[in-house]
């Protein structure tokens, strides 16, 4: 069964620092990866998402990388901002799960002015 | 504009009492899925629609049911049987296709709390 984990639980960093989150996987026969942002209280908004066939993509100061083979991927915030202060959730469609997503646990992201 | 309502924001009900989350969408998708949330945790699916008049069980199904009698609404019946059931509610919807390329979008969620 797939396993989705997400390091750290929680990061706290001062304002214009560039910073990466980490998501793992235990079963690298995915379909896509996808990246979500959670204020508190709120519903999920979607970032970025990551076919199986791709290494990366971008949105503005957003990257997310992903590397299928080792079950992994990171998600890239550049001169972050108090603004970014949100749980970041990753999530993988597997291939032998149908249209299920899996989620991690999520990063609670604190940017400190 | 297009999107996914989820009503109400906030619902209270007293245990043994079985209670309907309600989830609307104008988008136009085949799919749509309930999850739950737990406090720190991310979020596990309940149950998925692709198709009017059909649905599956996700991976915590006990004690939930749902209808799919429009393609636009799958309302969630959080039933007495459900041992937790205070939990934050996401509704989501997406097209059908390859699930390489279709993101789930999602709604702005319901918290339940039951006393």
């Known amino acids: 069964k797939q396993e989705v984990t997400q390091i750290p639980a929680a990061l706290s960093v001062p304002e214009g620092e560039n910073l990466v989150l980490n998501c793992s996987f235990t079963d690298s026969a995915i379909y896509n990866l996808q990246w979500f942002r959670q204020d508190p209280g709120k519903g999920l908004t979607s970032l970025l998402l990551?076919?199986?066939?791709?290494r990366e993509q971008t949105s503005g100061r957003l990257n997310a990388s992903l590397d299928k083979s080792s079950g992994r991927s990171t998600l890239y915030i550049a001169a972050s901002q108090p603004g970014d202060s949100a749980t970041y959730l990753c999530a993988v469609i597997t291939n032998n799960a149908g249209n299920m997503l899996t989620f991690g646990g999520g990063t609670r992201l604190m940017v400190k002015p | 504009d297009g999107g996914i309502t989820q009503s109400p924001k906030y619902l209270f009900r007293k245990e043994g009492q079985n209670v309907t989350l309600s989830c609307e969408q104008n988008l136009n998708h085949d799919a749509m899925y309930w999850y739950r949330q737990d406090p720190g945790q991310g979020l596990r699916l309940i149950y998925y629609?692709?198709?009017?008049?059909?649905?599956q069980k996700g991976d915590i199904a006990e004690g939930y049911s749902v209808s799919r009698e429009k393609k636009e609404s799958f309302p969630l019946t959080v039933t007495s049987a459900q041992k937790n059931p205070t939990a934050f509610y996401l509704c989501?919807?997406?097209?059908?296709?390859?699930?390489?390329?279709?993101?789930?979008?999602f709604g702005p969620g319901t918290r339940l709390t039951v006393t």
């Open positions: 989501a919807s997406s097209p059908l296709g390859h699930w390489s390329v279709y993101e789930q979008y």
């Open positions: 629609s692709q198709i009017v008049n059909d649905f």
């Open positions: 990551i076919q199986s066939s791709q």
